[in-house]
């Protein structure tokens, strides 16, 4: 019975290969190289891992549930940040702006300030 001991593309002796590297950089068939453990931090350090992006979509029901439910916060709060609510519910803090920013477009509530010191509060109160 036969064996296949994969061996690093990289590298001039022959090194068992510990994994399977594809490398990619959006155009054409992307290349796929075995590597030992020194080549695999090598091309790691030159060609960074494509993250999966932020998160998988979410329906309009759940879109429209978190809206009610961070004005729902925000009215009982009084005055809130964007970094109390993403402490408070958990979700990312991209996702807590888009909410706000939503909120603010549909004019139910109203920010002030800049950076760091925004605030966000019920219109009109």
């Known amino acids: 019975m036969k064996e296949m001991i994969l061996v690093c593309d990289r590298c001039v002796i022959s090194i068992p290969a510990i994994a399977t590297v594809t490398l990619s950089n959006g155009k054409g068939k992307p290349i796929t190289i075995d590597v030992c453990k020194k080549c695999q931090v ?45 402490s408070e519910t958990g979700l990312p803090v991209w996702r807590v702006a888009e909410i706000l920013k939503e909120l603010v477009n549909k004019k139910l509530i109203k920010k002030s300030g800049v950076g760091r010191s925004t605030t966000y509060q019920v219109k009109g109160k």
């Open 42 to 86: 090598e091309v790691y350090r030159v060609f960074t891992p494509k993250h999966q992006g932020k998160s998988a979509p979410i329906s309009n029901d759940e879109w429209t549930g978190l809206l009610e439910s961070t004005l729902k916060y925000v009215t009982k709060a009084k005055t809130v940040t964007p970094k109390q609510i993403h």
